[in-house]
């Protein structure tokens, strides 16, 4: 996306209406000029010199000439050297009128020391740092100040900064660590600009308009790549590819993490290999081999398969770095993350597919038939049956394998026999990653306009996310396309919306465990004809909790998910109330950070919702905030948001509260600390205040010549 932003616009505004003014200031003039022009002969004049004649009044008249380098002067000279200025005109601008409970908001910048929270803060360390905007790159970074509020991804930094190769790390990592550094009651605002130097693809910065306004998830993306570049630069070239041979189960390393064994491990994972190819020879012994890098990766599986026979063509394992929602084109009115998420665990029907065990199935039936008729004849030929009967034997044996390749369907397949089936794709996660990241994509397609537009639905999302709906391990993955990706029944999916969690919890697990053991065979489904029609099977995709739940227990709940299921954009209930549980569990997730962007799809502004110290703090470059928690819940235009694992989450704000508690004595009331406690790297944090205090020295003194001058 590359578009100007509104910012730019916003200057612009102001620089064509400067323009516009020295225009008619010299029209006003040279009319005047031109009037008695023509009165003399115009033959004794070129135009060259009737064009100096006309424009010289403004020239002469140093009034007017003042009044246009003011004019021309101030808003220029303050975009290039300060764009920040324009920038916070601009945020308070939007603030007041985009935010009806402006009064609401606390801002600790005027009224602060009686209260509670401030007064809390300020013994944890006070005001995190802001980002200097150098022109439109709250893009930018909206995504550092979400990014510095994640625990796994700074414990991942400090690893992997510990070499002096990875430039990108360090620069990345210190940058973070400025923000998070105590400021206690000062504001100090830092640059991107060291750590975008170190940027093999950084954002294009453009001399007139600053950078290009870009989009905050492609930022997040290069960002990324950038840390998998560094990553890969130290460690051995056997733990970076994601391709790798599958490996005999006796081979692996005896610390080696199957499927979603200890959440948060980063490094290779190994999945079964018997899902990824099950025609693979010995495929039940071994384990093929996935990295993870980042703390935002995680693995998906898709399944695609045929509704009819249920071959799928192996799971497709893949490893994701975040999740990209859409949101419905048609849908404008407010949305649930937890719907988005289940639109997005959907079985997607492709209708019209070629499929090669439903056609080899045809084609035994076929030759069956024959062989039948020509035994049955009375001058049969013997030979004829022969051959048949080998043919018959062939296709049999092919089809004990779970999959029929492309080139064995060929050699066995008869002309006329493709049959078309329905295949069902469905995806979830397999192994979430210890920092998720989720993209709202708010980009839509408007076929009345043919151009891309920006869905402004608001997007309900709760503090804590349980992602066990949306999860299967290995373990849970059923490889008959006929059934579920999941084994997992599907109750789980209301769990959010039910207050007995606990009883729903042991209830689901109970299930969970039936059915799992229940289900290691999936014969009987097997079993069922191909002549069984399309809606039949479809039908039976869509009733498949029932059909987990064999022992008859909470029917009348599963007909309830069953509706759930099918419909579950058609939001019957809009969601109306915040989502606030108090959840717990394995999967469960604490929202670390939401990135929001106001405006339109071409222009706008990127701010971003942090948790860090105890409170949330809105960020929006320079200006930064402590807000209620209310605020962050009820916050319009979400554009990403992270959740980190509880259990990493947590442990950091408990380790927090105990150092503070410890420091307690030791700070008291003091706030000129904060130079002392900032030992690290001192130095370099020295030369870069000065760096921005001379700039910044510079750009008064600039102004302040500029001003002289006139
Ligand atoms: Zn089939």
Redesign the pocket.
Known sequence: MLHISSKSYFSLVIFAFSLFNLISKTLAISTDKLAYLNQLDNNNYSTLSKLISTTSPLWKNWKNLLFTLIALGIPTTLFFLKPSILNYIWDSMFNNSSRGNFMNRRRFRFDKKNDPTYQKVQKKGGNIGGLINDGNTCFMNSVLQSLASSNSLMDYLDEESKSKEVDFTIAFKKLLDHLNSKHFSKNHDYKTNPMLKTMTKSPNKNFLLGYNQEDAQEFFQSLLSELESDYKKIHSSSSTTNKTEPIYNTELPSDAVHGIEQLGHLGPVYIPSSQIDPNLQDANLKSSQFNLITPVDGLSAERIG?L??G?MGGIRYSVISGLSLNLPPDNYSALKLTDLLKTWIEPEIIEGVD?N??ALNAVLDYQTNHLQILESKENKSEKLIDLLKTRIGEIKNELQKPIIDDEIFKKLHTENMIKK?SKAKQILISRPPPLLAIHINRSVFDPMTYRVRKNNAKVVFPLKLDLDPFVAEPNDINTDARLPLSKKVVHDLQEENEDVQDEDDDQAQDQHNQSSSSLETPEGSEKQDDDESEKQTQESLKTKTTELNSDGSDSDLDSEEEEERTYPTNSTSIPTTIEKQDLSGPLVYALRSVIVHYGTHNYGHYIAYRKFRGVWWRTSDETIDIVDEDEVLSAPGVFMLFYELDSLSKEEEDLEDLENEVQDVKISGESDEEEDNEEEDSKSDNELEEEEINDESEEGNNLAQTIANL
């Open positions: 045929c009819q026979c071959e499929c065990r439903c089936c």
